[in-house]
């Protein structure tokens, strides 16, 4: 993935600031802690985002080996068309400049002839015909003009933010499967509250049923209890639906199998969270910082392609006996190279990385921004939630006792059929409305944790 792709996608996500629920991971229950980890082992963005990762460890490394010593083994055989050898006039001085140092040697005069018993050396050739080489070459930089250097740190900055990148899709995965978790409780909770209304209305349908035996109710109150039955039958059907639904989601998100999904019972309550005032930076944020460095480290890069440059280098010939006359049998040299003018390449790839530097500071900022204020409604909605599970108790106590004096007034024939109904209406309603408050709260912990970066899983 390209950096600067997984930042932009990363940074968006901080200004939707709308986030699944979330508890801290003491409080997770220990199913839903092993979801999480299987949704982080399952996920093809985080096995991406550590692909990225390693590939910026290889570039550090790459960095590191320019000042490793570069040896070549070299091997070649040629054959020309004829030996190399000098011009004939310059053959027939040679040889006669041989046969005056041996006459002086000898002790001849300069004009007396050459002694035909004294043999004389042939010229050799410069090259001959057959050529058989073999060598090894040293190439070895000691000084890149800190553009290794450079490199190498902006590769290590790189690789911090695609870390930073990662923990930030790790929360991003495990919100997924804790809000999915979450549903699924209340969905089950949604049943329980089913199988306590279905509980009441056959206890209605008794005292109907008898009611009308006595002649103390019409066939019209029947009635009544059966499109009660029909839309409790409703009630389930949408109950077995977001059931069925909810664990094809976990299945996608964990790869647990589907029937170990439909054997969780998970429940939502309500729990306390420590008022602290600790905030920490956000993973987003981090990646963004790292980011910046890096682009940072890539301008100093370009900048140093006018430092100049230092190596050293070296040769050597394992056989000799096709050398020519010319060629060395080993050598080694220092040699520097100094980039005075590029056509302003170098300039300008440094300022393109400076510029994309303050596009990250941008970012940084505006991010910083979101996120108090993403920490200030997370807050008051905390506070929203807990008074709202507060309220919705006392509705619970409210439509228990109202359902009981309805009951006891129905069977004392000073209640109709229809107060018994809406009764227990209000009865399932306020169960289900706790289990909804309990869940929203729920969120508004999450989000409250999310925006102060103290999230735990």
């Known amino acids: 993935m390209n950096l600067n792709q997984a930042i932009l996608k990363m940074f968006l996500s901080i200004i939707a600031i709308a986030l699944p629920s979330i508890i801290t991971a003491q409080q997770l229950d220990p199913v839903l802690q092993d979801l999480i980890q299987k949704g982080l082992n399952k996920s093809h963005q985080l096995n991406s985002n550590r692909i990225d990762a390693e590939q910026a460890q290889v570039d550090q490394r790459l960095a590191k080996s320019v000042f490793l010593p570069k040896i070549t083994l070299n091997g070649s055989f040629v054959r020309l068309d004829d030996d190399l050898t000098l011009d004939e006039n310059t053959q027939n001085l040679l040889m006669a400049t041989q046969q005056l140092v041996i006459k002086e040697a000898v002790g001849l005069p300069f004009n007396s002839p050459f002694p035909a018993y004294i043999p004389l050396e042939a010229i050799p050739n410069l090259q001959n015909k057959n050529i058989l080489k073999s060598s090894v070459d040293l190439d070895w930089v000691l000084f890149s003009g800190f553009e290794a250097s450079n490199a190498l740190k902006a590769s290590q900055h790189k690789e911090s933010s695609l870390n930073y990148v990662g923990l930030a899709e790790k ?107 600790t905030i920490e930076k956000r ?31 070296g040769h050597y010939e394992f056989i000799e006996d096709d050398l020519s006359l010319l060629d060395p049998k080993w050598f080694i040299g220092a040699g520097i190279k100094w980039n005075v003018f590029d056509g302003n390449q170098s300039r300008l790839k440094s300022k393109q990385a400076t510029l994309e530097s303050e596009k990250y500071r941008d970012k940084i900022e505006e991010a910083e921004e979101m996120i108090a204020l993403s920490i200030t409604k ?4 905390h506070q929203a939630a807990l008074q709202n599970t507060r309220i919705v108790q006392k509705e619970i106590e409210l439509a228990n006792d109202t359902y009981e004096m309805v009951d006891k007034q129905y069977r004392n024939n000073l209640a109709s059929i229809n107060d018994v109904l809406d009764a227990l209406n209000d009865v399932e309603k306020a169960n289900f409305k706790l289990q909804e408050s309990y869940f929203n709260e729920r969120r508004a912990v999450a989000e409250m944790l999310h925006a102060k970066g103290i999230l735990s899983y």
């Open 171 to 277: 929360d991003k995965i495990a919100l997924q499967i804790i809000e999915a978790y979450d549903k699924l409780a209340l969905v089950k909770a949604s049943k329980n509250v089913l199988i306590t209304s279905e509980k009441y209305l056959n206890e209605q349908i008794f005292y109907v049923t008898k009611a009308i035996e006595n002649g103390l109710a019409t066939p019209l109150s029947r009635k009544k209890i059966e499109l009660a039955q029909q839309q409790l039958a409703s009630k389930q059907l949408e109950f077995d639906h977001n059931n069925i639904l909810l664990i094809e989601v976990l299945h996608q998100l964990t790869g647990e199998t589907r029937d170990n999904l439909r054997l969780l019972e998970p429940q939502l309550q309500a729990f306390s969270t420590a008022e602290t005032a």
């Open 283 to 313: 993973n987003e944020v981090k990646a963004l910082e790292e980011a910046e460095k890096a682009t940072l480290y890539q301008a100093k890069m370009a900048k140093s392609n006018f430092i100049p440059k230092i190596a050293v280098k």
């Open 378 to 381: 997370a807050e008051l909605r």
